[in-house]
């Protein structure tokens, strides 16, 4: 194929969207007045637009959102007036500071979840497939759609506490570039992805506002267990 011909291809593909587009974008803009303050602010004449008709009906009007309801604001008219309030604390839900550190042997495992999207799953693939081959571990299915309080696509492994000390530094050396969210399992889930986590590479939001967390006088939530599935059959490089 002569890259000639695959120029003029393009150059005829471009024209024929240009086309497509042009009429209705402009009518748009005509509508709402753009077009024509936009001719003005150039100093173009009628005759040079070629569509003086509307254009030049569209200059003396006001430009204006297409619609504009009216009722009455649910927050009344001063909300402007009020002062600025100092939270209680960065973390919602935490009044006050601790009297104590929480004991490190609250955590019964780790997950570690691996985003990724349409243009890193082949990535993400690949750190599955080295992770199943490596260590014992609990591996779930893929998540295409947001899922939890995890907002792109993502997989997981969890993991005991006793492989932390290798399945940290192996992470962080074959992250192949992907947002990695470690999180200790314990019986507050909401602070367990909120506020106890650990990322390699940059952070991305959570959304774990819903996650239980424990309340005075109700039974703590259900610590999560793992229960590993994968056959690992290679000897990890050291
Ligand atoms: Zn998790």
Redesign the pocket.
């Known amino acids: 194929m002569k890259p000639e011909n695959d120029d003029t291809d393009a150059a005829a593909v471009d024209r024929h969207w240009a086309e497509l587009l042009a009429p209705s974008r402009r009518k748009l803009l005509v509508n709402t007045g753009l077009v024509a303050a936009g001719f003005a602010a150039a100093g173009l004449s009628a005759a040079a637009r070629g569509t003086n008709q509307t254009a030049t009906a569209a200059t003396t009007a006001a430009v204006k959102p297409p619609h504009h309801e009216a009722g009455k604001s649910p927050w009344g008219y001063e909300t402007y007036k009020q002062a600025t309030p100092r939270p209680p604390s960065v973390r919602p839900g935490e009044k006050t500071l601790p009297t104590k550190p929480r004991a490190y042997t609250d955590i019964k495992s780790y ?3 691996i985003y990724f999207d349409e243009d890193s799953y082949e990535k993400a693939a690949l750190l599955r497939k080295w992770s199943a081959e490596r260590f014992h571990v609990e591996l779930g299915d893929w998540n295409l759609e947001p899922r ?3 907002v792109t696509p993502s997989f ?1 492994f ?1 993991f005991a506490n006793d492989l932390l000390p290798i399945v940290v530094p192996w992470l962080q050396l074959n992250s192949l570039g992907l947002t990695i ?1 470690l ?1 200790p ?1 314990t019986a507050d ?1 909401r602070a ?2 909120l506020y106890y986590a650990l990322w390699v590479n940059r952070s991305q939001p959570v959304n774990g506002y819903g996650l239980p967390s424990p309340q005075a006088g109700k039974p703590p939530p259900e610590i ?1 267990q793992i229960y590993p599935n994968t056959q690992p059959n290679v000897t990890i490089e050291t």
């Open positions: 997950h570690a979840h939890g309080p995890h997981y969890g969210l999180h399992n889930p367990d992805h999560e």
